[in-house]
């Protein structure tokens, strides 16, 4: 029989499984607590030993291992390769700013998105996370720094809304109250353009921050570096976008990574504000991502960046340059699973 991967389910679902297994309900918060804070068995010191003996044989716990750790000597972000059940390895980033730690998280184990620029989709997509995998991450993450995290990026291995039944529910139980208790509008979800995705999530009533990976400011460039553009052009994405931001009024942060000789001149700065003012009107943000090293692709200059983002911003387009942390330890997403790959083939 397959068992229940009980840190995927809600309290209310928690009680359900307690009360089936013909113990008290108020024995569910209990578990929902511990398992919340990533202790399992005889960790769980006010529960019973019969209780916790029932659930072993009907659940199982699914906490990543840590298998690797890299900690930046520069800005002291900590890169973690994650271990999950099935041998599986999944990235997380954990980063120091004023305003709180946040944790960037995996949804996919691999990805099938092909972007070009990314390190963790150049072999495909294992499979999907389970919500409990998701919120892992966190309580992993947060075991081991001691430190509470208070804002979630899903901008680490895999496309959130190719896995988005999962994702959803793991949205749903990091920001309640009996779980982590990370505010929505702490969690920012990122997408390259699943335009089926964003229009279901528009109405899940969701007040998340949701990141497009949009990277060029025409259909040929960006065709070129993300395959999704073939299937939903930039058109039609970012009249998606529009709509998502009429329905929810939340800002949508537009991801742009800055390729050198593809996407960086000042003449695509131009040509990204009239696209983007042509379908947002008003109220448009552009997070430059300057590129961690990837073998495939190259660097923009500093010099290059900065003069895309004053560009930007004399056209009347909020613009930000992306702090590169992490950059001694390889903390672009992708790179610490490819080289766990390789060392054991």
């Known amino acids: 029989m397959e068992k229940t991967d009980i840190l995927s389910l809600t309290l209310q679902e928690t009680e359900k499984l307690i009360t089936d297994l013909g113990e008290p309900k108020f024995r569910a918060k209990q578990v929902y607590g511990w398992i919340n804070k990533g202790m399992w068995g005889s960790e769980m010191r006010n529960v019973p ?74 072999l495909g997509r294992v499979r999907n996370l389970t919500p409990s995998e998701m919120l892992g991450q966190i309580i992993a993450a947060e075991k081991d720094t001691k430190e509470r995290i208070s804002n979630v990026v899903m901008m680490g291995i895999g496309e959130p809304l190719d896995n988005y039944d999962n994702t959803v529910k793991f949205l749903r139980l990091v920001s309640s109250p009996d779980s982590l208790n990370i505010g929505l509008r702490h969690i920012s979800v990122s997408t390259c353009g699943l335009v089926n995705g964003i229009e279901r999530l528009q109405n899940e009533n969701l007040p998340i921050t949701l990141s497009i990976s949009l990277h060029a400011y025409d259909n040929e460039v960006r065709s070129s570096i993300m395959p999704i553009n073939n299937k939903y052009g930039i058109e039609e994405l970012l009249t998606a976008c529009r709509r998502y931001y009429e329905a929810t009024g939340r800002r949508i942060s537009f991801e742009y990574t800055l390729i050198a000789g593809k996407n960086d001149t000042e003449e695509g700065a131009v040509r990204l504000a009239s696209i983007l003012k042509k379908y947002m009107h008003s109220n448009i943000h552009v997070n430059l991502i300057p590129l961690n090293e990837v073998k495939e692709t190259k660097l923009s200059t500093s010099k290059n960046v900065n003069a895309f983002k004053n560009k930007l911003i004399s056209l009347g387009v909020n613009a930000t340059v992306r702090r590169r942390l992490g950059s001694d330890i390889n903390a672009s997403c992708g790179q610490l699973r490819r080289q766990s790959q390789k060392e054991t083939v």
């Open 49 to 122: 030993k019969s209780l916790i003996e029932k659930l072993d044989n009907v659940c199982e716990f699914r906490l990543p291992t840590v298998k690797l750790k890299l900690v930046s000597k520069i800005d002291g972000t900590v890169k973690y390769l994650f271990e999950l059940i099935d041998g599986e390895c999944i990235e997380s980033v954990f980063m120091k700013y004023e305003h709180g730690n946040t944790l960037c998280i995996s949804s996919q184990v691999g990805c099938r998105m092909g972007c070009k620029f990314c390190a963790s989709t150049i």
